[in-house]
């Protein structure tokens, strides 16, 4: 049993992980907070709907040409609607994200309605049986998926000298500019990344839920959940965050009470940012005046 | 700033809208004052959502939690409790007040811009997640229809009567937030949106400014919240989702952040509109979300700003002009 649910758990929280890792790339190197994400999630899962299920293409390609579109979509978006409004109040980066991941929503519900989609399953696996637990194909599937992204994307940040770029703009944009980075090229490729990542979150569980418009804003604050308490705008945080919330969600749902698990993340948020409001790994997030 | 005389123009066309609204149900018929009726109780979401977004300048989502909260309120009283539907109103608005202090609460622990605004995206999906599993309270996904009542003898269905009571305790709230953001405290408001640590150092207690924001801000839309339990009749669950956020942040936004003018203008003018695309899903969340980021780009100040450039009677006092 409790074997069980923490593989399930982790599943869950690897989704959550690269949701609220998206969420951060693109807070980290542009301060915006992407209220709108939740609804890019929504888009990718949609768009490998369409290519699996009506364009018939395999899931594979299929998911690598969703996030090559979201990518495409997201540094539109920086370079067209973020870049203009950049000098303005900062509510209005977040009232433009919103607004955006509105657009998707509508869009989404135009084409479908209410119809509720059914993704088919990715991979056929038998499930394997370790004693009592029971280790879907999706389950590994979509653990190692993220394991080999995370992998992947934090050896890039630490070993290469395009992480180190990254990391000078992190800790500085200003001086990176100095030092001849072009940082506003470099805010544009963020929301490219973070669309794609946020993406890939969304095609990860296409296949193992259902698909319909509203997804979106359930993946939102579960990543805003992640990130809080892993710490605001930490990229190791809210990997932690996302796992320790998936694994929250499952444990809350079979102790408690199965409600519990749709308002963990409320509670974890609340929680949170009363008791630690910098979370496990964050800067200070409190505003002393 | 409008000279002394302009002033008194501006009192007399303040008084002069009502005035002339009196006579409206003499022009509608039973649909469009149905719609009149519902642009009042916009005028009055927007009011307190523009407070907290445009003068105090934090970025909230808890707008639609508190209409919910006044709307459930009133409709609970009334049917369970069997309140007559007038003294629910200003109730619905305490609890939307009650509403407003526990979503801001968190400021006094020092949270504010990014953490505010989640913690009060959660606290209205948290709202919306209390009104569909509470069932014996509220109803569940079946909502909760308001009891008949009769007030002077005439039903409280009727849209005619509706609207002179609609008119009244918006009147009144839009009067009244107007005032308190002439007042001193009016003035911290925009103080701590413009600096806080500024705003501190001259001793006005910032967090409680901001928790003060939010419970006038709970209230206004708490009241709205009642209007709108009788204007629809039912309550259900829907009504507090994620379009009426959106349609909230489109009227504050295409009125002008932070201006009580623009926020009748923004609800005057959208809300009608959808009334059309209703009819054809996703629309409304494509229209509005294009309105949003068409003022943005184009007219960040909203329409607010085009009549303050026409004529200083529509400048509000103490705010900053865009530059």
Redesign the interface.
């Known amino acids: 049993m409790l074997m069980q649910l923490t593989l399930g758990g982790f599943a869950q929280g690897a989704i959550y992980a690269l949701i609220a890792l998206s969420l951060t790339v693109v807070y980290r190197s542009t301060t915006v907070?992407n209220?709108g994400h939740g609804d890019f999630v929504m888009a990718g899962a949609f768009l490998s709907y369409v290519l699996v299920v009506l364009a018939g293409i395999a899931f594979l390609p299929a998911a690598a040409l969703a996030m090559i579109a979201m990518f495409v979509l997201g540094v539109l978006f920086s370079k067209g609607?973020i870049r203009?409004?950049r000098g303005?109040?900062?509510?209005?980066l977040?009232?433009?994200c919103?607004?955006?991941?509105?657009?998707l929503?509508?869009?989404?519900?135009?084409?479908w309605?209410?119809e509720v989609l059914p993704m088919p399953a990715v991979f056929d696996m038998e499930p394997i049986f370790l004693g009592d637990l029971v280790i879907t194909g999706d389950a590994v599937f979509i653990i190692g998926t993220v394991l080999v992204l995370l992998i992947l994307f934090f050896g890039v940040l630490a070993l290469t000298d395009l992480g180190k770029m990254v990391q000078a703009v992190y800790q500085s944009p200003r001086g990176a500019r100095l030092i001849g980075l072009n940082v506003e090229r470099f805010n544009d490729f963020s929301w490219g990344i973070g669309a794609a990542l946020g993406a890939l979150g969304g095609i990860l569980v296409a296949p193992v839920s259902l698909l319909h418009?509203?997804l979106g804003?359930s993946f939102l604050?579960k990543g805003?959940?992640a990130m809080?308490l892993g710490g605001?705008g930490s990229l190791g945080g809210a990997v932690l965050g996302g796992i320790l919330l998936g694994l929250a969600e499952q444990y809350a749902g079979a102790y408690l009470d199965s409600?519990l698990i749709?308002?963990t993340?409320?509670v974890v948020?609340?929680l949170v940012?009363?008791i630690r409001?910098q979370g496990l790994f964050g800067r200070k997030?409190?505003?002393?005046? | 700033m409008p000279s002394a005389r302009q002033r008194q123009l501006r009192t007399l066309l303040f008084w002069a809208v009502p005035a002339l609204l009196l006579l409206l149900p003499l022009a509608t018929n039973a649909y469009t004052q149905f719609i009149v009726n519902g642009m009042l109780i916009s005028v009055l979401v927007t009011l307190g959502f523009t407070l907290v977004i445009g003068n105090l300048g934090q970025l909230a989502f808890a707008n639609t939690a508190f209409f919910g909260i006044g709307a459930y309120a009133s409709a609970i009283l009334s049917a369970k409790l069997g309140l007559p539907w007038i003294v629910t109103i200003p109730l619905a608005g305490v609890l939307g007040a009650l509403g407003g202090f526990l979503a801001s609460s968190a400021a006094l622990r020092g949270i504010r811009s990014y953490y505010l605004a989640i913690i009060t995206l959660a606290f209205g999906e948290l709202m919306r997640w209390a009104y569909l599993h509470s069932k014996p309270l509220t109803g569940g996904t079946d909502g909760l229809p308001l009891p008949r009542e009769a007030m002077f003898g005439i039903s409280l269905s009727d849209d005619t009567l509706k609207f002179y009571i609609f008119l009244a305790v918006t009147v009144l709230l839009v009067k009244a937030t107007l005032n308190l953001m002439r007042s001193r405290f009016g003035r911290a408001v925009m103080a701590v949106r413009e600096n806080e640590i500024a705003t501190a150092s001259l001793a006005i207690p910032t967090a409680r400014v901001i928790l003060v924001s939010f419970i006038w801000s709970g209230f206004v839309v708490g009241c709205a919240g009642a209007l709108f339990a009788r204007h629809v009749g039912h309550v259900f669950p829907e009504s507090f989702g994620m379009l009426h956020l959106i349609a909230s942040f489109a009227m504050v936004l295409v009125g002008g952040l932070g201006s009580v003018l623009g926020a009748v203008l923004g609800a005057v003018l959208l809300t009608a509109l959808p009334e059309y695309l209703r009819a054809f899903p996703g629309m409304e969340e494509l229209f509005f979300g294009l309105i949003v980021a068409a003022v943005l780009v184009a007219m960040p100040m909203g329409l607010a700003s085009l009549l303050r450039r026409l004529s200083p009677i529509f400048v509000e006092r103490y705010y900053r002009e865009e530059s």
């Open positions: 907070v209220f609607l203009p409004i303005g109040p900062h509510i209005g977040a009232l433009m919103i607004s955006a991941g509105y657009v929503r509508g869009i989404a519900r135009m084409v309605g209410r418009p509203d804003a604050i805003f959940a809080t605001f409600a749709e308002i993340a409320y948020i609340v940012l009363f409001p997030a409190v505003v002393k005046v």
